[in-house]
């Protein structure tokens, strides 16, 4: 499903909110070459060619091997290839001689080297070989043949293209639906899954597992069912959600914003954010509406310019009474009264007073990045940042273009082009990161090729 392009790109990462939650190392840039370092700014990994990150690990790669570290820099792999991304059961799919293989952590060969690419799935690996892809097992059996032009693993299925047109596989190679649809598209295949089927005239409906057409093909656009509704589109592109009858639910809107399985944001051409619940009937209508990013069932929205939050069946539980807000995290919501920023808790409570002017971002780990401004508003602008902790006193004074939080007393600064890495409660500066851009990982693509 997933394969890592190791492309030797930094990213960039502008003071990131969501940053890495109690990270250990931190890598750094030494002319041209990268490495780490703990957050004492000691050197753990000497400079290389060319270092990446890739959830808990480290992949480097140095004078043709290829290196990887898990979150203690213990070596997990290691060897000559052209490529190495992470397989299945602790395996590594490789490339060597212009060939993909398989091999175990200590380099014994699973799958030879002889097929043109191999992609991870659920339970083994799709490979192509003289433009024709199958499947093979974990241990290197091929179990769909090599005759596809493309295949993807659907849970407990698998859908195919074979001859311009597709079709649905069980696990065992056995032909579910026939190959005779321009598009398919499902989640995974029992006798109550409706697939969405596209037919030589582009039209859109669903059939059932006995290839039954259950809703028409009538449409031009639709997505999977959702709690009984599919949001479709028709041809004159109006926008509706029906059940699995077909029958029209909610209707007169644009894009589907949100659902949980309790509620429906949808929004018009007007941007107003109207709020349903499964029946179709209408709860409130908002001027906005944003969705919770960390998790929490408690989404922001406001009316006439006033703020205030509902939790996931629209019970509004922060009355809308501010004149900005930010999102909740670790329990605190940064909210803005006469022009100026504090925090609340989910009992609406003033947990911080409202002391801060120009912007607050969430918190993490106990900590939010402060940026002084003339005035509050919502939004970040990268000047004077500074950080204050969960009781409302400032750590490090707002005057850093960028701060990123670490962990302790420790976070990245940036001052002028320069990146630190920082103690802010020895106002030191422990290492140097690199200049042009704060630097705290680098990129390893995750392609999905399912």
């Known amino acids: 499903m997933k394969k890592i392009l190791f492309l030797l790109k930094l990213t960039l990462l502008l003071c990131s909110f969501t940053g890495l939650a109690q990270p250990k190392y931190v890598i750094f840039n030494e002319d041209g070459s990268l490495g780490l370092v703990d957050l004492q700014g000691k050197i753990v990994l000497a400079p290389v060619g060319h270092l990446g990150k890739y959830n808990d690990f480290f992949i480097t790669f140095n004078q043709g091997i290829r290196t990887i570290y898990n979150q203690n820099l213990k070596v997990v792999f290691r060897g000559k290839y052209d490529n190495v991304t992470f397989g299945l059961q602790g395996n590594y799919i490789v490339k060597k001689n212009q060939k993909y293989g398989v091999v175990t952590a200590n380099n014994q060969i699973v799958i030879p080297f002889k097929y043109d690419e191999i992609y991870n799935l659920a339970n083994g690996y799709k490979v192509r070989l003289n433009g024709k892809k199958g499947v093979v097992n974990n241990k290197g059996k091929l179990i769909i043949p090599l005759k596809y032009k493309d295949i993807s693993q659907q849970n407990n299925c698998y859908k195919a293209t074979l001859d311009g047109k597709e079709g649905i596989l069980s696990l065992e190679n056995k032909v579910l639906i026939p190959f005779m ?20 005239e582009d039209k859109v409906g669903f059939i059932n597992t006995k290839n039954e057409w259950v809703i ?76 919770n990013h960390y998790g929490e069932q408690v989404h922001q929205v406001s009316k006439q310019g006033k703020y205030g939050f509902i939790d996931g069946n629209n019970k509004v539980i922060i009355p809308l009474e501010y004149e900005g807000a930010n999102e909740l995290r670790e329990g605190l919501i940064p909210v803005i009264k006469n022009d100026k920023w504090g925090c609340v808790n989910l009992k609406n409570e003033v947990v911080i007073p409202f002391q801060f002017i120009g912007s607050l971002g ?11 401004g003339p005035e509050s508003k919502m939004g970040y602008s990268w000047s004077q940042c500074g950080l204050i902790n969960n009781i409302g006193e400032v750590i490090v004074e707002p005057k850093y273009n960028r701060i990123e939080y670490l962990a302790g007393n420790i976070a990245i600064i940036t001052i002028g082009n320069d990146e630190y890495l920082y103690d802010f409660v020895k106002d030191k500066k422990l290492k140097r990161l690199t200049p042009d851009g704060l630097i705290n990982s680098v990129e390893i693509s995750v392609k999905d090729n399912n």
Not at 183 to 189: A, I, R
Not at 241 to 255: P, Q, R, Y
Not at 362 to 372: L, R, W
Request: aromatic letters at 16%; a negative charge; proline letters at 2%.
């Open 181 to 200: 649809y321009r598009e398919l598209e499902l989640d995974s295949f029992n006798s109550e899954t409706l697939i969405i089927a596209k037919n030589e």
């Open 216 to 291: 028409s093909p009538i449409y031009t656009l639709a997505s999977p069912f959702q709690n009984g509704l599919a949001f479709v589109r028709d041809e004159q592109k109006k926008s509706m959600l029906i059940n699995t009858k077909g029958e029209v639910v909610i209707k007169g809107f644009d894009v589907l914003e949100y659902y949980n399985s309790n509620i429906i944001v949808v929004r018009d051409y007007r941007w107003n954010y109207s709020v349903y619940n499964y029946k179709g009937e209408l709860l409130d209508v908002y001027n906005s509406f944003y969705e």
């Open 362 to 372: 969430v918190f993490e780990n106990g900590v939010a990045v402060y940026n002084k």
